[in-house]
């Protein structure tokens, strides 16, 4: 597809199951692929042949994944091209829908297959250098222990009764995701979309935030009961899934369906205790400095967006190729390996990076599976949040680049809780060098807005993780209680603000929080990632290059290892707890003063 910036990469390894001409995106080329494996799974007789047919199978995978993002990135890359669209459509609507159950049926044929077994007992060091000594065999670790958890944790939780139930479920998402797309307000004399409104809140002029600010409450309001129907029927659909699967309820099953297991819903309720305790003194004391910066007597909701001292917004480049640049002499001076990886992006036009017509919004990073080469996506316009956006996507690109070696797919990829550490530790120690971008004072500007945004996310995830905590834990409660649920966070972790008068939209505040609706329990991963990538820039305070060769070895295992290990690796600690907090709080407090 000559849509794409990049031309043909060559595949990381040649293929040695998937025909080089077959066509992918075409269900009648792949189907007898699946078929071949379902075939020959009952022939694999030996740890061997089992282990070729989990890497054929892991090639079809990869190559799915490319051609998948291959239409998505051309897609995104020209969204007013009517055959980048077609093409990016028949992949979801004609391939993906067969894939699934194929995909089921050989996770099935795995965790029945008699020589799974004896495949457990190989070590992790297969097919790399041998590690472990005899004298130290009882530690040696299984080469597919993560992979053999996730699969029979897939498997055994399927049931086939809450397949109707999952496409009902989607069918309410839809539905909310509609009603807030379709929320518009005039506002002086203009049709503008809630989004569109954001900007104003970030205006000097007092009286036009507050006026922006409450004719989007108000018409967030209006659709208040529409949004509390909806998620009602949620829970219903979501606790009947978890009974269906036998379990107690659906924050028991979130956390099975997400492979949590290696923390408890218990390690979450601790962390937003932990947040109340450690971080709280810290947002009242940003929200006091901010009062007191904007000579006002309290703040409000609309108060929260705009510069405090009114300056203009910084400015760090003013064309893409300038921004890619610096960014380039940032890497230089972080780490020398990670500057020849993001040097690789540039030279394999692995970037879509300058807004422009007909581009998808946003910002994102994939990754081509058999080239095993990342890609990165946005918008930049030369605003500070640009900055920011490279150094997280390159992030997660040198992390794809560090898990090249690894054969298997699915230990090319990490959970979330750990991917996120890559990105977000990026912006930390890419922002030791953001001079590149700025004079001494707007650097130090950009690192306080940076530092104050970590800290001032910590209370917002908590209140949407422990809201959902208390939904799915209390069967058949009002929606009156559930409002006092809420309320009650808001107190604990909304800081100083002055709502009154708004009461009412405080209590639904939460309707716009997309995740709880779509993607219920998806997002206390950020603030365990923050957590890990504040210890990353906290190690590299110390010793730098300590820090960043373990940051390195932790990226190169991918998913092949528990979460726990991946943030030891890191030189982290996997604790959510105040005694993990406090230090992390602290180093970023007296940074702030510094700043
Ligand atoms: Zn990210």
């Known amino acids: 597809m000559d849509l794409l910036p990049f031309g043909k990469l060559p595949a990381a390894k040649p293929r040695a199951f998937v025909p080089e001409t077959a066509d992918l995106g075409d269900w009648p080329q792949v189907a007898p692929l699946f078929d071949e494996l379902k075939a020959r799974a009952a022939q694999a007789k030996s740890v061997a042949e089992l282990e070729r047919w989990l890497l054929d199978w892991s090639e079809l995978n990869a190559a799915l994944d490319e051609e998948s993002s291959r239409r998505y990135i051309a897609m995104t890359c020209h969204t007013d091209n009517a055959e980048a669209e077609k093409a990016f459509l ?81 069918k309410l998402c839809q539905q909310y995701q509609k009603l807030i797309g379709a929320q518009t307000v005039n506002f002086r004399g203009e049709e503008k979309t809630l989004v569109q409104m954001g900007r104003y809140l970030e205006e000097p002029d007092r009286a036009l935030r507050q006026e922006a600010w409450e004719v989007v409450a108000q018409r967030r309001l209006q659709d208040a009961d529409k949004c509390e129907e909806i998620f009602e029927a949620l829970i219903g659909l979501r606790t009947q899934m978890a009974r269906n699967a036998g379990l107690e309820n659906y924050r028991d099953y979130a956390f099975r369906q997400k492979c949590r297991f290696d923390y408890t819903p218990a390690d979450c309720v601790k962390f937003h205790g932990a947040i109340e305790s450690e971080i709280m003194p810290a947002v009242r004391q940003i929200q006091a400095e901010r009062r007191e910066q904007m000579k006002l007597e309290k703040l409000r909701p609309w108060d929260l967006a705009v510069d405090p001292q009114n300056r203009p917004s910084l400015k760090p480049f003013a064309e893409v190729d300038e921004m890619v640049a610096r960014t380039q002499k940032i890497f230089d001076r972080v780490d020398g390996e990670l500057a020849t990886g993001f040097r690789q992006l540039r030279d394999l036009k692995l970037l879509d990076l300058e807004n422009r017509k007909g581009k998808a919004p946003g910002g994102y990073q994939s990754t081509l599976s058999e080239a095993r080469v990342p890609f990165i996506f946005m918008n930049a316009v030369g605003v500070q949040r640009d900055v920011e956006t490279i150094l997280h996507e390159s992030g997660h690109a040198f992390h794809a680049q560090a898990t090249r070696r690894e054969d298997l797919y699915a230990y090319r990829g990490a959970p979330i809780e750990f991917c996120e550490v890559a990105s977000m530790s990026m912006e930390l120690l890419g922002n030791e060098f953001i001079e590149e971008f700025y004079a001494p004072a707007e650097a130090n500007r950009a690192r306080r807005t940076h530092l104050e945004g970590i800290i001032l996310f910590f209370p917002w995830m908590a209140v949407v993780d422990a809201f959902q905590h208390w939904i799915y834990t209390h069967a058949g409660h009002t929606r009156q209680e559930r409002q006092a649920a809420y309320l009650e966070l808001m107190d604990r972790f909304g800081g100083d603000v002055d709502w009154s008068g708004w009461e009412k939209m405080r209590v639904n505040s939460w309707h716009r929080q997309l995740h709880i609706f779509i993607h219920p329990f998806y997002y206390v991963e950020y603030g365990i990632a923050q957590l890990g990538a504040l210890e990353v820039w906290a190690n590299s305070r110390r010793n730098r290059t300590k820090a960043l060769k373990d940051y390195k070895k932790a990226l190169a295992l991918g998913g092949s290892r528990p979460l726990p290990e991946l943030f030891h690796a890191a030189g982290c600690t996997f604790e959510f707890d105040a005694a993990t907090i406090k230090p992390l709080i602290e180093l970023a407090g007296s940074e702030l003063k510094k700043l």
Do not use: I, W
């Not at 008699?114 to 070590?123: D, G, I, T, V, W």
């Not at 297969?126 to 472990?132: L, P």
């Open 90 to 170: 028949h992949f979801v609507e004609n391939v993906e829908p067969q894939v699934k159950p194929c995909q089921f049926a050989l996770e099935q044929l795995y965790v029945a297959h008699p020589m799974r077994a004896e495949l457990l007992k190989a070590p992790v060091a297969v097919g790399q250098k041998k590690a472990a000594s005899p004298r130290h065999k009882t530690a040696t670790k299984c080469r597919y222990e993560v992979f053999d958890r996730d699969v029979k944790n897939h498997v055994e939780l399927f049931r086939p009764e809450n397949v109707a139930l999952e496409t009902e479920e989607a």
